[in-house]
């Protein structure tokens, strides 16, 4: 086989193996990861623990994918490795310690796809006993002294303690499990020196036992500190004092000290031998002079102390002010003194007071004693008290001179209202506290203590009888003094509740007329003022209101009308309460001359239907007149020359009839007539033109006497004009 032959051999086999792979591409789930910690959760120090990582995944092929296991404390990463096999990660840990106490997972990755156990706690307990080592076990006193402690097999966050007889030297952190420190012991003898540690974890903190004593004999040094004070008897204020500080028992010459003089926490004086110090005498409140004397060396501190007691030669002085109140303007005693005084070294009379400030002081003859003039503001004072070179100073005395009360005012706040509670308010300017006291007619009502800025006293009262009261307050702010300010008198009108209400209209509702003045009278029993108000029923706004002192008021509508009829009433106030009348119900009636106008009227037509219907009742009954009948004529007379003329233009008379009822005559010597009624014609001429009186034809009359008699009267009624009237007879 040639050697093209072969490479083509090689390639095909590449392509084919290139093909199984990817066709072989293998698919994975994984199903579950455990975490089991053996032997037991819980274990002793020095325990080897097995952390076993089992893991459950379910594969296309037999060979299994690639696996990267992790365990975790705490959440913190503590190993990874990657595996081929499907057998179970098993993490050692040789030897646990404390410090391996935690939280512990296991977390499998495959291609990406990761799952993480629950977490399993492992508990180890016990730590091992420190171990201390010295180097040197005798030193003198102020050497350095070096110690080791170790924490045999432990790991993890440490922090050691050295002690010397129990008592804390040195602490020491780190994270090796051994700390070295240097102490110096400062005083001679036996000291036992041991150690322990604690460990750190993420959760907690666990303390190991004590570790082994050590004993350290310590040799100490000579010297000693000397204090001296002198007078070493009784020290009054004022004394001089000499006071030394040094050393004793000093033998060696190659190494030097240092001491330190001081007083409290003052430092008085330092240097390498004797330290004197002189000063005078000063004590202190509830407490006596302390003074401390040391001596250092080899890093080596050595003290003594003393306290001594000094007597005041006087006490701080007091200032006071008598009275203990004071007025602007008013003299005022004020009196500087120091209570107590050593009678061993100074007498009262010894003792100079001062009072500041001191300007323009009237004398008072007295030792401190001093009379002031109280200013118009807040002034400050203090004095001093002197004797053998030393002064004291009191403390400030603050004097804020009071105002006495003015421009008192009383005021009441509420109407006066009769068996009504009131309230009265007083206020006034001045210096608090200031005492009010109300008076009602000269008698008093109560008291009140206003301690406030800007507040009124505010008495309350209730006025059971009507009339005028008078109110007045007095203030006082004075303890001393019978000074008092008084108000104005306030004199009130009390206030009576109306009641009683009536309301009256005039003329009665029942006799009104149109045309007629209406009046309503409202009255009500109380005290004015009052406002009266007239409304008609259905209305919201009032007809009038009318305010007045008197206790009635009238409204009047004039003139009325029939548009006026309605239901009125009456509302009244007084500022105490409020009433309202009974409706009133007015009917306006028809006015007189209408009631006379339609009476005339109803009578006229009346008379012209009993009239007409009389004619009708005579023209029912009427029988023609024959024309054979009698006939009275009557001549008229001529009357003017224009008659005459128009008679010449016509030579027809018009002839008008004319009926005329006559009444009969009760006359009982007349000839009787049948009962009836009789009926005259008359016939009259006119004038063809209407414009004159016709020529005298004379006049005819026709009397129907019912065909039996009849009777010629010369009374004339009321003529009447008919148009079917009988033609007269020629």
């Not at 404390?73 to 106490?101: C, M, P, W």
């Not at 420190?181 to 000291?191: D, E, K, Q, Y």
């Not at 926490?265 to 003074?291: D, Y």
């Not at 061993?344 to 500041?356: A, F, G, K, M, S």
Request: charged residues 20%; proline residues 5%.
């Amino acid at each position: 086989m040639g050697l093209p032959q072969r490479f083509i051999l090689v390639l095909l086999s590449i392509y084919l193996y290139s093909a199984s792979v990817v066709n072989t591409q293998q698919e994975f789930k994984i199903q579950s990861v455990k975490l089991i910690i053996e032997p037991r959760n819980d274990v002793t120090a020095g325990t080897n623990v097995t952390l076993r990582c089992q893991a459950t995944v379910s594969t296309s092929t037999e060979k299994g994918p690639i696996r990267e296991y992790t365990i975790l404390k705490n959440d913190k990463i503590v190993y990874t490795k990657t595996i081929g096999s499907s057998e179970d990660f098993v993490y050692q840990l040789h030897n646990a310690r404390v410090f391996s106490t935690g939280l512990y997972q296991c977390k499998l990755d495959i291609q990406g796809d990761t799952k993480l156990s629950k977490a399993q706690r492992l508990n180890v307990q016990g730590l091992s006993q420190p171990v201390l080592h010295l180097e040197m076990n005798v030193v003198n006193e102020g050497e350095e002294v070096q110690a080791t402690c170790i924490a045999p097999g432990e790991i993890g966050s440490f922090i050691f303690f050295f002690f010397d007889n129990d008592e804390q030297m040195s602490r020491v952190e780190g994270l090796s499990n051994q700390a070295k420190t240097t102490f110096r012991l400062s005083s001679g003898g036996i000291h036992k020196i041991h150690c322990s540690y604690k460990i750190r974890t993420a959760e907690d903190t666990f303390p190991s036992t004590k570790s082994n004593n050590v004993t350290v004999s310590v040799k100490e040094l000579s010297i000693t500190p000397v204090l001296k004070i002198s007078p070493d008897s009784t020290i009054y204020e004022g004394d001089h004092l000499n006071i030394s500080c040094s050393a004793q028992n000093f033998h060696s010459s190659s190494e030097g000290y240092k001491l330190f003089l001081s007083q409290g926490t003052k430092l008085l004086r330092t240097g390498n031998s004797t330290i004197n110090h002189n000063m005078v005498a000063v004590p202190k409140v509830s407490e006596a002079l302390t003074f401390d004397c040391r001596v250092e060396m080899r890093n080596v501190e050595k003290y003594t102390k003393k306290a001594i007691s000094v007597v005041e030669l006087f006490s701080v002085p007091s200032l006071t002010m008598f009275p203990t109140e004071i007025f602007q303007g008013e003299i005022m005693t004020l009196t500087c003194n120091s209570e107590r005084f050593a009678s061993q070294r100074i007498n009262r009379e010894d003792l100079e007071y001062t009072l500041y400030p001191s300007k323009n002081l009237p004398s008072s003859g007295k030792p401190g004693v001093f009379n002031v003039k109280a200013l118009q503001n807040d002034f400050n004072y203090t004095c001093s008290a002197e004797a053998k070179g030393i002064k004291k100073d009191s403390k400030t005395l603050m004097i804020r001179p009071k105002v006495h009360v003015s421009a008192l005012k009383i005021s009441i706040e509420d109407k006066v209202i009769l068996k009504k509670s009131i309230t009265i308010l007083c206020q006034s300017n001045g210096s608090l506290p200031i005492n009010y006291t109300l008076f009602k007619d000269n008698v008093q009502v109560g008291t009140k203590v206003i301690r406030e800025r800007n507040r009124q006293a505010v008495f309350m009262d209730v006025i059971n009888k009507p009339g005028e009261i008078q109110y007045r307050c007095e203030a006082k702010n004075s303890l001393h003094s019978n000074k008092t300010g008084s108000s104005q008198h306030l004199s009130v009108n009390v206030i009576v509740p109306l009641s009683l209400m009536t309301l009256t209209v005039i003329p009665t509702p029942l006799a009104i007329s149109e045309g007629e003045d209406l009046r309503f009278i409202c009255s009500v029993n109380g005290t004015g003022p009052v406002t009266f108000k007239w409304y008609r029923t259905g209305s919201a706004v009032p007809l009038q209101t009318n305010t007045t002192t008197e206790t009635y008021s009238s409204f009047v509508i004039k003139p009325v009308s029939k548009n006026d009829s309605d239901k009125y009433y009456c509302e009244a106030s007084n500022g105490a309460n409020k009433v309202r009348s009974e409706n009133v119900d007015v009917q306006v009636l028809m006015a007189l001359w209408k009631k006379m106008l339609i009476i005339v009227a109803c009578l006229l037509l009346l008379s012209v239907l009993l009239l007409v219907a009389s004619m009708l009742y005579i023209k029912s009954k009427r029988v023609k007149v024959d024309r054979a009948e009698v006939s009275v004529w009557s001549k008229r007379k001529p009357e003017t020359e224009s008659d005459d003329e128009i008679s010449k233009m016509s030579n027809e008379p018009n002839v008008e009839y004319t009926e005329v009822v006559h009444a009969r005559s009760t006359d009982p010597d007349r000839v009787p007539l049948r009962k009836g009624t009789d009926t005259v014609y008359s016939e009259l001429q006119n004038s063809p033109h209407g414009a004159a009186d016709p020529p005298d034809y004379g006049s005819v009359e026709y009397a129907e006497l019912n065909r039996e008699q009849f009777e010629i009267s010369q009374y004339h009624p009321q003529v009447h004009s008919y148009q079917d009237l009988p033609e007269p007879v020629d």
